[in-house]
């Protein structure tokens, strides 16, 4: 990977970017609600806890507890200078494992959707049968070096079994590393164990703290940290697993309408993020990122591929850099409703800056259709295969 991307912001933009942040945290903190447990953890490493549930996110929910954290950017990057610049990601297969950080970025495909396009162009719920077919894709694809998680929601396999479901499906279905669960704490830990057994019964028995599984924790811009995304980091980092720690904001809702603005406020919710798993194990894998979309008052509807975007996946590379982590790219994100030319346009844009800002772990990198509403199995293909070039 070079060591300057083409795709760059001054770098006295990064040091507003990191000013920001400072003020951000200590002028107003980062919320945390319902987790005591990362709550107390931060208060005994000597953070700014002020208890009390405030205005950003009000309603009662989870365990009741919640506290504003208060720090600096100096003392948060002191606990995390613990987490690896780089580190490797075992895959039930030995040759198919890979270097997350100062390598070739690794692509993910789409996380979330409940909707497929299938190849009748009929869009419906997903099903399992979607579920295990689109991880054989990614299985069969150079481009994908990680399988993912929940590329789409199998509507036909109730919940409580849903996230040991579609774990299984990775460990039968391909030999790549691949996402874990983020339901809860107690699933997090359910898939951690059975991919450990996994590659054990494959002859890829793991040193103990070693990475198998990438966990996505996503922050509840502005500013605050919900408990169940606290449970998952808090799972992961015990266990000497990956962490993708990330703030995904809608510039001009969710946070600020300008760059600098969203840079400096992702980087206060991913910090405290950051320091959690290092407070949790000290050495714990962990990613850093921020991303920003515009998001249209008049449509309500975010504006994919617009240059805003790119300067925040830019910046947010040159963050991680700065806090010495590896990097989180958004790829083929787009509000299109099938696979046409505005979805090859806007999709390509943020792959394209994801690759060129030298983000080493790039989610959502094939098959994101409709504001991540539906995956569509000919993108997926698609996309897939682009990234092989």
Request: aromatic share 4%; with cysteine.
């Amino acid at each position: 990977m070079p060591d300057r991307p083409p795709l760059r912001l001054p770098d006295g933009v990064i040091d507003l970017a990191i000013a920001g942040a400072d003020r951000i945290l200590g002028e107003v903190g980062v919320q945390l609600l319902d987790d005591a447990e990362s709550i107390d953890r931060l208060r005994d490493a000597g953070l700014d806890v002020t208890a009390g549930r405030g205005v950003i996110v009000g309603e009662a929910m989870g365990d009741g507890s919640g506290a504003r954290v208060r720090s600096s950017v100096g003392a948060l990057l002191d606990i995390v200078s613990s987490a690896p610049q780089s580190f490797v990601q075992h895959a039930r297969n030995p040759n198919r494992s890979v270097q997350i950080g100062e390598s070739s970025p690794i692509f993910a495909p789409v996380y979330g959707p409940p909707n497929v396009i299938d190849d009748d162009s009929v869009r419906r719920p997903a099903t399992m049968a979607d579920y295990e077919e689109l991880v054989r894709i990614a299985d069969a694809a150079p481009g994908l070096a990680n399988t993912g998680h929940m590329m789409c929601v199998p509507h036909d396999v109730d919940e409580p079994e849903r996230y040991l479901a579609m774990a299984q499906a990775h460990l039968t279905c391909s030999d790549k590393p691949f996402l874990g669960s983020t339901a809860g704490e107690g699933s997090t830990a359910d898939v951690i164990e059975l991919t450990v057994q996994a590659l054990a019964s494959a002859g890829s028995a793991l040193p103990p703290g070693s990475c198998a599984l990438m966990h996505l924790c996503n922050s509840i811009p502005p500013l605050t940290w919900r408990g169940r995304m606290l449970g998952v980091l808090r799972a992961s980092a015990v266990a000497g697993q990956g962490s993708l720690v990330t703030s995904f904001q809608m510039m001009g809702a969710t946070g600020p309408a300008a760059v600098l603005g969203a840079l400096s406020q992702g980087l206060a919710e991913s910090l405290v993020g950051l320091a959690l798993t290092q407070l949790y194990r000290a050495g714990a894998p962990a990613v850093l990122g921020v991303y920003a979309m515009p998001f249209d008052m008049r449509t309500m509807q975010p504006q994919f591929g617009a240059p805003s975007a790119a300067l925040v996946q830019a910046g947010a590379v040159q963050l991680a850099r700065r806090v010495g982590v590896p990097a989180l790219g958004y790829g083929g994100v787009t509000s299109s409703k099938v696979d046409d030319a505005q979805a090859g346009a806007e999709s390509g844009l943020a792959t394209r800056a994801a690759i060129d800002s030298g983000a080493d772990f790039v989610i959502h990198a094939a098959g994101w259709l409709d504001n991540g509403r539906t995956v569509g199995f000919a993108k997926y293909r698609r996309e897939a295969a682009q990234l092989a070039r």
